[in-house]
């Protein structure tokens, strides 16, 4: 069974510029997470999809984020503009259950200078 | 709000040595717990999880957690740790009214020695 692919691994940008991240979940699960994980810290939600609506993004900086699930399978995490504060790990996760048991991708690392 | 504490930051053990990892959570409701790690240079991937029933759950590689309701606890055991458990666990909490969301703490480095 394929795993949650994302792209690109690493990142580097400079403060202001634009930045997005593609994941792809496991085919089948419906459900879709962005965390965001900063160094020395566990992974936060920032937004959750059910198929291609949105269940919860209160922790979403929306003044700078956005997020979209295109046809309910695919995401797209898009910073803009930047911040030095957004240096992290953004981890795409799926899930099948809803019940917390979820799949991670290998995550985005994002360093902004 | 609710929060999810991990004791230790970083716990360093020789081979054969047993461990706990300790997890408290904040929550009054009914809860789903889990255990995730990250090998090094790897994705998190599940290491066991609780939903209800026998609140002592095992998981892979020979871990277990007990679940203690009263304590609002859910602790990672092994009896004899092997130097590839090196990674990063967290522990995770998801409220059973708020559709598979995680909440994390902020993780133990466990560190092997051979």
């Known amino acids: 069974e394929a795993g949650v692919a994302q792209s690109p691994r690493y990142k580097i940008i400079e403060k202001r510029q634009s930045v997005a991240f593609w994941c792809n979940p496991i085919?089948?699960?419906?459900?879709l997470y962005w965390y965001q994980q900063i160094l020395g810290q566990g992974p936060k939600l920032l937004i959750q999809?059910?198929?291609?609506?949105?269940?919860?993004d209160s922790q979403l900086p929306k003044d700078r984020f956005s997020a979209e699930r295109l046809k309910g399978v695919d995401s797209t995490l898009k910073i803009q503009p930047a911040k030095l504060e957004d240096s992290a790990v953004y981890l795409c996760?799926?899930?099948?259950?809803?019940?917390?048991?979820?799949?991670f991708g290998q995550g985005t690392r994002l360093t902004v200078v | 709000a609710q929060s999810v504490s991990q004791h230790n930051h970083h716990v360093i053990l020789s081979e054969a040595a047993s461990l706990e990892l300790g997890c408290n959570y904040s929550?009054?409701?009914?809860?789903?717990l889990f255990w995730y790690v990250q090998y090094p240079g790897q994705h998190l991937q599940l290491l066991l999880k609780?939903?209800?029933?026998?609140?002592l759950v095992k998981g892979i590689k020979g871990f277990e957690a007990e679940f203690i309701k009263s304590k609002f606890s859910f602790n990672l055991r092994k009896p004899s740790v092997q130097w590839s458990d090196t990674a990063e666990y967290f522990c995770?909490?998801?409220?059973?009214?708020?559709?598979?969301?995680?909440?994390f703490g902020q993780g133990t480095e466990l560190s092997v020695k051979p």
């Open positions: 999809f059910q198929n291609n609506g949105v269940v919860d």
């Open positions: 085919s089948g699960h419906a459900t």
């Open positions: 995770a909490v998801n409220a059973n009214n708020q559709g598979g969301k995680l909440i």
């Open positions: 929550y009054g409701g009914t809860v789903n």
């Open positions: 609780y939903f209800s029933g026998d609140p």
């Open positions: 996760a799926s899930s099948f259950t809803g019940t917390g048991e979820a799949f």
